[in-house]
């Protein structure tokens, strides 16, 4: 198989859990999907962006590139221009590391912010005061402890949620930019054609 075809096809998965991590983040900007009362009310780990420019973002530039592999066709690459396909290769190798990276980063942000738990008022009052009430996720094992958050409504669940979500696809598009790392290594090494050459009868 063309090392360029797999790149394409972990780019087209890439380009959705980019969207789905940004809608994730800006979602969270809305606690209990309700515009929230002050920006001070909002957890922190939201204004860190780590689902908008670290999943997000960050994400798009490999993804367009493992994409672009695939322009060339497979099997004329087997000429002087195989130089250039390797050359590729070898910066898709770069951008998986910047994929990297910021899937990481949205994962750590992530990870913390389940831990800790959501901003949240202990009474429904207008002039509440907001603060974190779980500590080291003992809300996690215990949903008992998920009545201290009276506002906003439902805050708990949609933290929980998003912040899952956005811990799961992080991991997968970490997942994804490191097989991305080996394959662009292998491209280089290899060539992007191998196995095409022989198919069309070039050389
Ligand atoms: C859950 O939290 C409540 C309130 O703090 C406490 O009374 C209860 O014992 C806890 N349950 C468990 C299983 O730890």
């Not at 973002?57 to 195989?82: Q, R, W, Y």
Request: hydrophobic share 45%; glycine share 12%; proline share 4%.
């Amino acid at each position: 198989m063309c090392s360029g075809g797999f790149a394409k096809c972990l780019g087209i998965t890439l380009i959705p859990l980019a969207i789905l991590c940004i809608l994730c983040n800006i979602l969270l900007f809305f606690p209990g999907g309700v515009p929230a009362s002050s920006n001070d009310n909002i957890t922190e780990e939201v204004w860190y962006f780590g689902g908008i420019l670290g999943s997000g973002v960050l994400m798009i530039f490999p993804a367009l590139v493992f994409l672009g592999l695939k322009n060339n066709d497979c099997c004329g690459c087997c000429g002087n221009e195989s130089c250039g396909k390797r050359f590729a290769m070898f910066t898709s190798i770069i951008f998986a590391g910047v994929g990297l990276v910021g899937a990481l980063y949205s994962t750590i942000i992530s990870a913390a912010a389940i831990n800790r738990g959501p901003l949240c008022a202990t009474d429904t009052a207008s002039n509440a005061t907001f603060f974190y009430p779980f500590q080291n996720g003992d809300y996690l094992s215990n949903h008992t402890l998920w009545d201290e958050c009276q506002q906003p409504e439902r805050i708990v669940p949609w933290h929980l949620t998003l912040f899952s979500l956005l811990l799961i696809m992080g991991l997968v598009q970490a997942a994804l930019c490191g097989f991305q790392a080996i394959n662009g290594l292998i491209g280089t090494i290899c060539g992007d054609c191998c196995g095409c050459c022989g198919s069309d009868g070039a050389v």
